[in-house]
């Protein structure tokens, strides 16, 4: 059987309106209150329900629940917050070593060494990989020579 409307105030709006009148009452007494005037469904825990929401929409400057009222996921998307987990890519570049600075030779005299990472290629390197190529009789002999020489762990 459905229920009748309420004549009067809701539940939320007489704890809004007691806890107006009487700011030093705590929850307890406030329910209590309330219950000896009709309102059955109201308890202390729903009274300190009702007193923070009324405190939170006092700080941002609104009286209460607007009729715009966003759904939490909206208001935190506002604030900046991000639901969920945190994508692995930060993870992943945090744990990856550092580059170790490039090795010279003995007989660099100034010049900037051939070894270097990926990430760190020289035009120094790139000229002398040049060099390396032609010298082999191509790119193609060249990547050749490398994947041999890969091969045998040098």
């Known amino acids: 059987m459905a229920k009748s409307a309420r004549k009067g105030p809701s ?23 309330l219950v000896s005037r009709g309102f059955a469904t109201v308890t202390a825990a729903y ?3 009702i007193k923070s929401l009324a405190k939170k929409a006092a700080s941002e400057g609104g009286a209460g629940k607007s009729a715009e009222a966003e759904s939490p996921t ?17 993870d992943s570049e945090a744990a990856s070593p550092p580059a170790s600075p490039p090795a010279r030779g003995a007989g660099a005299k100034g010049r900037k060494a051939t070894q270097a990472s990926t990430s760190e290629i020289t035009i120094d390197a790139l000229l002398q990989a040049k060099k390396l190529a032609a010298l082999l009789g191509g790119v193609a002999k060249a990547q050749a020579a490398l994947d041999a020489l890969a091969k045998l762990g040098g």
Do not use: L, M
């Open 47 to 49: 009274v300190s329900t």
């Open 74 to 90: 909206k208001a935190a998307a506002k604030v900046g917050a991000k639901r969920g987990r945190k994508p692995r890519a930060a």
């Open 11 to 33: 539940a939320s709006q007489a704890i809004r309106d007691y806890c107006r009148d009487n700011p030093d009452k705590s929850p307890k007494e406030v329910a209590a209150e």
